[in-house]
Nanobody
Framework: QVQFVESGGALVQAGGSLRLSCAASGFTFSTYAMSWYRQAPGTERELVAGITHDGSSTTYADSVKGRFTISRDNAKNTVYLEMNSLKPEDTAVYYC????????????????WGQGTQVTVSS
């Protein structure tokens, strides 16, 4: 059974930093790309960042480039999202997902999602 457990969300002031973690299980983690998505109230879930199975390539939404960094530890089946210079518009529930990457990022590999972790940035 594929499972994702996100953690690390919190209430922070604008300009602050957070590090999100996602522990994955139920599949061979080291063979899948991984990604972070976010969903704010009243909006669709959007891709924030993706990383290939070996960490050699990454992709970011334009809105977070230069502020967020995705990384992974295949020994721990965990993917991370380092978030710096946070803005109120980063407020959302953040989710991780296994992903398909063929030359470039394609999309989520499975239909399941974790419970997400809430990030709230105050102005």
């Amino acid at each position: 059974q594929v499972q994702f457990v996100e953690s690390g969300g919190a209430l922070v002031q604008a300009g602050g930093s957070l590090r999100l973690s996602c522990a994955a299980s139920g599949f061979t983690f080291s063979t899948y790309a991984m990604s972070w998505y976010r969903q704010a109230p009243g909006t669709e879930r959007e891709l924030v960042a993706g990383i290939t199975h070996d960490g050699s390539s990454t992709t970011y939404a334009d809105s977070v480039k230069g502020r967020f960094t995705i990384s992974r530890d295949n020994a721990k089946n965990t993917v991370y999202l380092e978030m710096n210079s946070l803005k109120p518009e980063d407020t959302a529930v953040y989710y991780c997902s296994a992903a398909t990457w063929i030359v470039q990022y394609v999309g989520p590999a499975f239909g399941s999602w974790g419970q997400g972790t809430q990030v709230t940035v105050s102005s």
